[in-house]
């Protein structure tokens, strides 16, 4: 761009609460009732914090989805983590469709978003209408994210009045890498808050800030009414969303945001179980009695 809480199990005890959280910290409560996005709204007036998660397959969905979190993000940033790119730019209106219509399929309770691609809302809000129409027809998706403020506020206005819900997202815009010359810290104060006070005039129900000053988040935050999700914006947000594989350390690579807290090494884990399966496989010691049939 977060610590994996497991339901508590036989192998929970004092020391360490529900199993692998050490400490006995709690678990975040399975929700019973689906997050929709009256739900998702009504928290930030509860000042209940909503934490966020990319998905982008049925079976991390599922398990991301049995823990209670709010919302999963179907987002173009499967370009770099699942597709192996440099930038989200080249990511198809198709492809997110196809991976979002497996996130669906496994969630029963957290509120899925998914991300408009870059060039699939641009040319018009006619255009942004119809691609939005699609991915909630075939997905079955609950709203869908796109990068803008002030310069999307007609196509989020669109959106909106056809009852698409919509969430914004200002500050740091990745489908904006080209023009901004990397991935940077956007401090212009007063061009975020023009931003986000345009997305939430224009009807969008929630707003991503993404790589901003804490301060200008916090501010943000205060004066919109719709919820504020940060990433890299420090703890004043209404809640937070982080790709899931950074936060499980499963990423790796040379680059290493300051916002990206890894919960757990996951590739250093799989990595080991890996190396102990080919040894064993070799040894000739896998499979062994009770791994084979009779």
């Known amino acids: 761009m977060p610590k994996s809480l497991p339901v508590r199990n036989s192998r929970d005890t004092p020391e360490t609460g529900a199993a692998g959280a ?38 991390w969905a599922g398990l991301l989805d049995s823990t209670g979190v709010d919302a999963l993000l179907v987002g173009d940033s499967m370009g770099m983590v699942v597709q192996g790119r440099t930038t989200t730019l080249p990511v198809t209106l198709s492809q997110i469709i196809y991976h979002a219509e497996m996130v669906v399929r496994a969630v029963k309770h957290a509120l899925v978003v998914v991300d ?30 796109l990068e803008g403020g002030v310069n999307q506020a007609e196509t989020i206005r669109a959106l909106a009045v056809a009852d698409v819900p919509v969430m914004a997202h200002v500050g740091l815009k990745p489908q904006s890498v080209l023009k901004l010359g990397g991935y940077r810290i956007q401090r212009d104060e007063e061009r975020l808050m023009a931003d986000a006070h345009a997305a939430e005039q224009a009807g969008a129900f929630g707003i991503v800030l993404e790589c901003i000053p804490q301060e200008i988040a916090a501010r943000i935050t205060r004066e919109l009414t719709i919820p504020t999700i940060g990433i890299g ?7 937070q969303v982080l790709v899931t594989q950074d936060m499980l350390g499963l990423t790796g690579g040379d680059i290493h945001p300051k916002f990206v807290k890894e919960y757990v090494n996951l590739r250093e884990i799989v990595a080991g179980a890996v190396r102990n399966y080919a040894a064993e496989v070799r040894a000739g010691e896998y499979p062994d009695a009770a791994h084979s049939t009779t």
């Open 233 to 239: 914006a420090g703890p004043h947000c209404d809640g």
């Open 22 to 59: 050490p400490g006995g910290q709690a678990a975040i409560a399975p929700r019973q009732t689906p997050m929709t996005v009256p739900r998702f709204v009504a928290a930030k007036q509860a000042g209940r914090k909503l934490a966020m998660l990319t998905a982008y397959d049925h079976l």
């Open 116 to 145: 408009m691609p870059f060039l699939s809302f641009h040319v018009s809000p006619r255009q942004a209408l119809a691609n939005a129409g699609k991915i909630l027809k075939r997905t079955g998706a609950s709203a869908v994210k």
